[in-house]
């Protein structure tokens, strides 16, 4: 059955079809999310973790790459993205003669809501170091009940990060040091300062909802100006996940993680001496989303990088994904994780992904 498959400027819009066979690194049914987190796949894409679904195989079913970049991973493995938004779209593993060539499609650009997550498989957790935010959701180490391999991607190997020389190493000055997988955008983050508390923004809905009220834009207006994105007595920066529409077209995958940084705090050097700018930044690309909203990504590996607006330019949500903290992706000596809610999880297309998500995070701690 042809399934519908988009991302958030429509340019990757057409039909696939699925294959949900059981096999290595591959889910075998509609109702289980298999989440990748392996080094590879978090910079490549930004986001936490990605999720795929092979396609079947035969000239028929081959995918259409107009408007789509390739990144070429490795001899084998090649991510494509689109050329305007930047969401993920297509993984592609190029086998040999006898194996053949397998395309799979993010989960995220999946339109049809008959596809409901009624339990999560993690992939290549031990990457993340501190188990991510994921951590109280994993069972028994071991082979998954799909065939798939716990410390393997859908790339059918255990993933390095073949572009790590490229960026920097940590500053010898306490910095968060931050870059996609190619390395062609790096940058760096300051822990919080008073020149964080001098920006302005509505509330997020992470912490205050935005469609639970008559008045959306009253709820979120955040009159006597908390400064929300400072947390921990001055120390950390908040952090969450977001299940909104728009995110997940523009990544291509269910959920995405966001950190909210003050501006004044991201730096294109390391010493702190060059502020976050969005133009001639790397191979940084910038898409308008809808008026006064702005998403940046890599033009060479697609990773989402950025999202600001007009109505808070001071406030900016930074991929956690990109983060190179040492005690693990959840940067804990970085960041507060609010993880009561997720952030539009009331317009969540997989509403079973937030309930199981939800259930997993009452045995994790925020940091």
Known sequence: M?????????????????????????????????????????????????????????????PKLNGLVEYVESTVVSRWFCEICGAHVFLQLKGDDERGETFMVARGT????????????HLSLANTIDGSVFGATVGAAGVLQS??????????????????????????TKTLTAGCQCGGVKFFISPPD????????PWCDVLVPYHTSTSPSAAAANPNDVKWWVCANGTKYL??????????LASGFPIQSWAFVS??????????????????????????????VYREFC????????????????????????????????????LHWELGRISFEECARDRGMVKCLKEGFCGVGPG
């Not at 004044?264 to 969005?278: E, H, R, V, W």
């Not at 033009?299 to 005690?327: M, N, Q, Y």
Request: contains cysteine; glycine residues 8%.
């Open 2 to 62: 042809a399934t519908p498959i988009v991302c958030l400027c429509n340019c990757a819009s057409q039909t696939v079809s699925l294959d949900w066979s059981p096999g290595p690194n591959m889910g075998s049914h509609p109702s289980v999310l298999a989440l990748c987190h392996c080094d590879a796949c978090r910079r490549t894409t930004g986001s936490l973790c990605t999720s795929y679904v092979p396609l079947k195989r035969g000239t028929q079913s081959l």
């Open 147 to 172: 065939g798939m391999k716990r410390d393997a991607c859908f790339t059918g190997s255990t993933c390095t990060n073949p572009a790590e020389s490229s960026i920097p190493p940590p500053s010898p």
């Open 239 to 248: 952090a969450g996940l977001c299940a909104y529409n728009s995110c997940r």
């Open 263 to 292: 501006r004044s705090n991201i730096f294109k050097s390391s010493d702190g001496s060059s502020l976050l700018t969005y133009n001639d930044f790397g191979t940084l690309k910038q898409y308008k989303s809808s008026p006064g």
């Open 194 to 201: 008073h020149t964080s508390h001098l920006a302005s923004s």
């Open 299 to 334: 033009g060479v590996c697609g990773a989402t990088i950025f999202w600001h607006c007009d109505e808070r330019p001071g406030v900016v949500d930074v991929s956690v994904g990109l983060l190179r903290a040492k005690t693990g992706v959840r940067a804990e000596d970085w």
């Open 110 to 121: 999946i339109t049809d809501i008959e596809f409901q997550t009624e339990s999560i498989t």
